[in-house]
């Protein structure tokens, strides 16, 4: 236990580094995913996933979707506005897992031969969700801008009582 210990205090300040990876990661496979929808076509896009899902205005939404993709996955790049990209991301995952490969597609969680199932979607949603909740980072230029506020973290001790409030008390 005081290996592990130990090992977890010299881990804790690098926390920014790994939200650095973790942001690159997933932005830049928010990206690849955008580059394949215009390698295999919009066309084929939009005729094999997103027709068959019944949402409106698939024509607008095979431009959108890819364009989004790159635009946000950059934003998480770079760690501007990284809050909002990931948020938008990780609601297109949901769309992405739920109505496309297991309602349209019927895939599974897992595909047939071990993938190509919701899990890659559901992992990204977990990671966007992560990077919601977390925050860029110090490594990022919302950090750099002062655009998000660091976390501070929450203190298991209870608070002193202020002085004025003893005081009241002990009036009464």
């Known amino acids: 236990m005081t290996a592990y210990r130990s090992m977890a205090r010299s881990l804790t300040g690098l926390s920014d580094w790994p939200l650095l990876a973790l942001r690159c ?17 919009l066309g084929v896009f939009q005729k094999v996933l997103l027709d068959p899902t019944g949402l409106p205005l698939t024509g607008e939404l095979r431009w959108f979707v890819p364009w989004m993709e790159i635009v946000f996955g950059t934003l998480l790049i770079l760690g501007l506005f990284t809050r909002v990209a990931a948020a938008v991301l990780g609601v297109e995952m949901v769309f992405t897992a739920f ?47 002062r655009l998000d506020a660091p976390v501070k973290p929450i203190d298991a001790r209870p608070a002193a009582p202020a002085e004025s409030q003893t005081r009241t008390v002990n009036a009464l």
Do not use: C, Q, R
Not at 25 to 41: C, E, N, P, S
């Open 25 to 41: 990661m997933i932005g830049w496979l928010m990206i690849l995913h955008a580059l394949y929808k215009f390698t295999i076509g």
């Open 99 to 145: 109505l496309v490969k297991l309602s349209v597609l019927h895939t599974g969680v897992i595909g047939a031969h071990g993938s190509g199932g919701a899990e890659i979607d559901l992992l990204a949603l977990a990671t966007l969700l992560l990077v919601v909740f977390t925050g860029p980072g110090k490594i990022s230029l919302d950090a750099l801008a």
